[in-house]
């Protein structure tokens, strides 16, 4: 065990840390062994001014820890992100009537849900079936993004995460992977 100390205090004076690790190095060799208050003083008055050191405090030659900003950072669970959870990854696939084996699907998180929406494509409207939509919608439609007469609309199966799609016009559909997890593209069959 003064093995290890020895080798926690000679990487720390090292690093620069300096003093706290001298004095660990040496609280565990024969040089270290002397009046605590002197090693106490040895402490403060070798530390870098700008780190901070609780006074009268003695320094215990069996019991060294390193302070917390020398520590090991490699935790996971410390920093910016501890404690945020990821958030849920939700699946859903679509199909059109008559085509059940064809189905895709769309990777929403959080409490996003399915969604018809467009963006434009140097001038043309590019519709698709993505995540944005907060709520518990049983059912989803294009509205008017197909165009006055055409809408697609898509209602939940009796599994939560199925949606079966239909057009209410002539005009056939499918839905194109453009492989994107969170859209799925619809176009003119």
Known sequence: MLESHKIAGSFLASLG??????????S???????????QTETRIDSQDSRESVEEGVPLDSESQELPEDVADDSNPSSGPDAGKLQDPVQSYQFFFSGEPKTRLRVE??????PDFDYWEDSGVNKVYVGCGQHGGSKTIHSGSLLGPKNKVTCTVTSNSNIFQCSSSQSTKYKFVDRQDRERIYLEAA
């Not at 840390?17 to 190095?25: D, F, K, R, T, W």
Request: net charge neutral.
């Open 17 to 26: 840390v300096g003093g706290l690790g001298s004095v660990a190095y040496f």
């Open 28 to 38: 565990v060799t024969d040089r270290g062994k002397g009046n605590i208050e002197a």
């Open 108 to 113: 929403c998180s959080g409490d996003q849900k």
